[in-house]
């Protein structure tokens, strides 16, 4: 895996990223301050005019022990699993063995919706956009309450209708995992199957895998913590979130998400259809403001990410994911292909301020907007 940075110096190949490099040693001198304050572990990313300009670890895997987190340590990434679903399903229809309008029913015979003709319309560019119409979350307290995922599709008929598909914005998890049903049929096997031999395995993400078991056979791993009064204490990892692979079902490394982000800059044009990527990254659906309300503007979301602009500069594309005891961050600006990736074994705010850093940082050393889309 060339250009990889395993510690703290700075490659010299590409004197365009070399200049930017401020941004990749302050946010190294971040995370650094915030393990020594106590912060469990984390890995880091940057990115910077598409060259791998930092890749690290910090702190233990779990604490009390000795273990180091490294660059390829694996997390669980919750919700930027999303992304992964989104790429997947642009393989297909790159094949041209399905369709971004694709509708739900009947290619899914098994689905029937509370409204008949509403439900009808649905299709899964709306799953991917998080624009079915339906209410927001829909049944995700029942994945958390240890109810079989299939036992909750059956519920799907009594979820009601807050507007008509593509008209509105709201954030799903059990419904964005038909998306995955819709490709196991598609391609003829099965969903995180396909994900390894199209995306992992081409991309080189050699530490990526799906679920729970795997994530438990994974030797150079992390442990979840939350906070308690004397600090940190260690957790299982929540199972319930991987019953949803789509939505939630990725483990992967830093190293891997690097590679991960350079197949959205283009640079894996033979995995990943760049026209496609286009599609996916442009904005979709107006979205809420999420965790950064009082700093973005244009916050939308596109096929599987994010997208916003930040202090009048245009093109960033962001998911975060949450699941109990873990924190992810990936966002990047896909016009210059600057970037981070920020994995926590910890639920800390500290994931939500380095993207402010980045953000900040990035205003600083980027003056020139990008091109409005």
Not at 255 to 268: C, E, I, N, T, V
Not at 352 to 362: A, G, H, K, N, P
Request: glycine letters at 8%; one cysteine or more; proline letters at 5%.
């Amino acid at each position: 895996m060339a250009g990889l940075v395993l510690g703290v110096s700075m490659m010299v190949s590409s004197a365009s990223a070399a200049e930017h490099d401020e941004i990749a040693i302050n946010l190294d001198q971040y995370v650094k301050k915030a393990v020594k304050g106590g912060l469990p572990g984390a890995s880091l990313a940057v990115i910077i005019n598409g060259d791998i300009r930092l890749l690290r670890g910090y702190g233990v895997t779990k604490v009390g022990g000795s273990e180091k987190v490294n660059s390829a340590t694996v997390f669980p990434l919750a919700s930027i699993s999303k992304t992964f679903a989104s790429a997947a399903v642009s393989i297909l229809v790159d094949q041209g063995v399905i369709e971004w309008d694709t509708h739900v029913v009947p290619y899914l015979d098994e689905i029937t919706f509370s409204d008949i003709d509403l439900g009808k319309n649905i299709t899964l560019r709306h799953l991917l956009s998080h624009t079915t119409g339906l209410v927001p979350q829909a049944y995700s307290d029942l994945l958390e309450d240890n109810v079989r995922y299939g036992r909750i599709l059956k519920m799907l008929p009594r979820v009601k209708f807050v507007c008509d598909p593509g008209k509105c914005y709201g954030y799903q998890n059990i419904v964005y995992n038909l998306a995955a049903d819709m490709l196991t049929l598609a391609a003829g096997m099965d969903f995180a199957t396909f994900v390894r031999e199209q995306m992992f395995v081409p991309l080189n993400m050699q530490h990526a895998s799906y679920g729970l078991e795997q994530f438990k056979k994974t030797p150079n791993k992390v442990t979840p913590h939350v906070r308690v009064k004397s600090g940190w204490a260690a957790v299982k990892p929540a199972p319930y979130y991987y019953r949803v692979p789509a939505a939630a079902g990725v483990n992967a490394s830093a190293q891997d998400l690097a590679q991960w982000m350079l197949a959205q800059f283009g640079h894996y044009p033979t995995v990943l259809n760049p026209d496609l990527l286009e599609i996916m990254h442009k904005p979709h659906i107006r979205a809420n403001q999420y965790r950064y309300r009082a700093k973005l503007s244009n916050v939308y979301y596109g096929l599987g990410w994010r997208t916003f602009d930040y202090k009048e500069i245009s093109g960033f594309v962001h998911h975060g994911g949450w699941v109990r005891g873990i924190r992810t961050e990936m966002l990047f600006n896909r016009y210059t292909q600057t970037g981070m990736v920020f994995l926590t074994n910890s639920e800390t705010v500290i994931a939500r301020e380095i993207v402010l850093r980045f953000l900040d940082l990035y205003n600083s050393h980027f003056t020139v907007p990008s091109p409005k889309q």
